[in-house]
């Protein structure tokens, strides 16, 4: 992560596989990921990153040091069942029932699309497409996204939910 260039990289992640949480390095397609971050995100990811180094101090020698910007206080990563089971429930809570975490990813794709002054390319390096033509399929889906995102409290769901993961 990094904030003063408002990037993150996507580099490992855990998956579950036979009960099991395993670290698989990169992405689905095997490459690092730059996903670039909108500027008013900044001052909220600071203020985490500051509570983050105070847990840090708090739990001394028990902190689990990783590569994970997301954790627990004690700097355990989250598990990614957990990570689903509270988006389902915070976009139950808010009345989107059938949003899920890969209906985010076409929102992104629609923002960004929808801006009109972010080239293509930063979108699609973001993504981890390999052409551009897949954005065309991502754009298709918009429609569908409109239905169940566009209700007036999407930015609510993002704002109070997503950019503190402890709140759900």
Not at 42 to 48: A, D, G
Not at 60 to 69: D, Q, R
Not at 110 to 125: A, F, N, W
Request: hydrophobic fraction near 35%; charge should be positive; glycine fraction near 6%.
């Amino acid at each position: 992560m990094s904030l003063e260039d408002r990037m993150v990289i996507i580099q490992d992640n855990y998956v579950r596989a036979n009960k099991e949480l395993i670290l698989k390095p990169y992405t689905k397609n095997t490459q690092k990921r730059t996903i670039h971050l909108f500027e008013d995100l900044v001052p909220i990811l600071r203020k985490y990153e500051l509570d983050k180094k105070k847990n840090q101090l708090q739990f001394g020698k028990y902190y689990n040091h990783n590569n994970f910007y997301f954790t627990w206080d004690d700097g355990r990563p989250f598990d990614p069942d957990y990570i689903y089971k509270s988006f389902k429930k915070s976009c139950k809570r808010l009345g989107y029932n059938e949003l899920t975490l890969h209906d985010l990813r076409h929102f992104y794709v629609s923002v960004m699309l929808g801006r009109g002054d972010i080239p293509l390319k930063i979108t699609q390096d973001s993504l981890g497409h390999s052409s551009a033509e897949m954005m065309g399929l991502n754009g298709h889906l918009m429609n569908d996204m409109a239905k169940k995102v566009f209700k007036g409290k999407t930015m609510g769901l993002l704002e109070n939910h997503f950019c503190n993961p402890l709140i759900i």
